[in-house]
């Protein structure tokens, strides 16, 4: 997956399109990721012992890697990837900036 943790994306597509976050996990076998602020579920959770109080908990729930775009660190744009290999190493590299990401 081209896409890892740490980096920021933009959403492109569903309810949270416009939004920029950052990944906080990454699934490559589902090809989805978590996203810092995106994709917010809320979860009613049960009071625990009686006279306490039921709360909302909101978690961000993973959304495919389809609907994001890498925002290069270096143009600060919504960019496509690429990857450029030098000897064993392989880097991703910035389809706008050409620069190492
Ligand atoms: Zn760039």
Same mark, same amino acid.
Do not use: W
């Given at each position: 997956?081209?896409? *890892? *943790? %740490?980096? +920021?994306?933009?959403?492109?597509? !569903?309810?949270? /399109? =416009?939004?920029? =976050?950052?990944i906080? *996990?990454a699934? &490559? @076998?589902? /090809? @989805?990721?978590?996203i810092? !602020?995106?994709?917010?579920?809320k979860?009613?959770?049960? &009071?625990?012992? +009686? !006279?306490?109080? %039921?709360?909302?908990?909101? *978690? &961000?729930? &993973? $959304?495919?890697?389809?609907? $994001?775009?890498?925002i #290069?660190?270096? #143009?600060?744009?919504?960019? /496509?990837? =690429?990857?450029?290999?030098? !000897?064993? @190493?392989?880097?991703?590299? #910035?389809? @706008? #900036?050409?620069?190492?990401?």
């Open positions: 997956m081209k896409i *890892k *943790k %740490g980096d +920021t994306v933009l959403i492109i597509s !569903g309810k949270d /399109r =416009g939004k920029k =976050g950052k906080l *996990k699934f &490559p @076998k589902k /090809r @989805k990721v978590l810092e !602020g995106v994709n917010i579920k979860k009613h959770q049960k &009071p625990k012992k +009686t !006279g306490e109080k %039921g709360q909302i908990i909101e *978690k &961000p729930a &993973p $959304i495919d890697v389809s609907n $994001i775009k890498l #290069c660190s270096k #143009c600060n744009k919504a960019v /496509r990837i =690429g990857y450029k290999i030098a !000897g064993k @190493k392989k880097y991703r590299i #910035c389809k @706008k #900036c050409n620069k190492q990401i």
